[in-house]
Each structure stands twice: as C-alpha cells, then as structure tokens.
C-alpha cells in the first residue's frame, strides 16, 4: 500500500481527520488532512462492514473523495474504545490495485485494539492529571 495512515472522527463536526501517516508510494495523505465525513471510505466500511476492496471504484462508485485523491485499494480497521464507541480508523490506501490478505487485516486489527487501549490510557491520564491540578 502506498499510504498508512491513523484517523480520528470528529462526529460534532462531521470531519475525519488524518492525525499520523506513512506514506512510501505515488499517494500522498498528508497528516493534518481533514475531509467531511460523510464521504470517507472509513464511513462506508464501518456502516457496510467491508473493510477492504481492491476496487474502490466498483466496491463504492458514489466515493468521490476517493477518486479525487486517486484511491484505488483500500483497507480499514475501526479503533474502538472499551465502551463500545469507535474513536477512529486505522487505514491503508494505494493508488493501484492492492489486493489486501486476511493475515494483513489480523495484523491491523491487532494494532488498531493495542492502539485503541493507549488513546484511552492516556485520556484517562489526563483526565486525572486535571483532577489532580483543579484540586491542588
């Protein structure tokens, strides 16, 4: 793939954000990047529950965002917090056509829970720190 990339979804706004990427290929998402979220391909797998497609043109033909940017594959893991709320996505994207295994999507899964229980780890962190601070 030619683009990694982690996102957070802002669902007041209606935005994803790209908040870290790795891009080593043609496509380049830059981090930063935000887009509305009712045209993500991260929306349409999380509602579809199809998280990969080596033809995002054929697997989701209304994805104008996705063929403006130039995407042809496409793979995506939710990042869910304990509660059951789903914080964000982790991705990967390529301008050709990827075929995406079921090993690669037991490896993204895998990260997406360690990476899923770090974001909360650290909410929690700072949320006492607060506690703390307010008090003192």
């Known amino acids: ?24 290929g043609e496509l380049d998402l830059p981090e930063g990047l935000a887009v509305p979220w009712s045209d993500t391909l991260c929306r349409r797998a999380l509602e ?7 033809d995002i043109a054929g697997t989701w ?38 075929e995406v295994g079921s090993e ?4 993204m899964e895998l990260l997406s829970v360690l990476i899923s229980r770090q974001i909360e780890a650290e909410d929690r962190l700072q949320f006492a720190e607060e506690r703390y601070t307010s008090v003192v």
């Open 61 to 98: 033909p209304d994805a104008a965002l996705a063929r403006d940017l130039g995407l042809r594959s496409y793979a995506s893991v939710p990042l869910t917090f304990s509660d059951g709320s789903v914080y964000g996505t982790l991705c990967a994207a390529s301008s050709k056509q990827v």
């Open 1 to 24: 793939m030619d683009s990694t990339y982690l996102t957070r979804i802002e669902y007041r706004s209606e935005r994803q954000h790209i908040l870290y990427a790795l891009n080593n």
């Open 104 to 107: 690669t999507m037991s490896i």
């Open 48 to 54: 579809q529950g199809h998280y990969q497609t080596s």
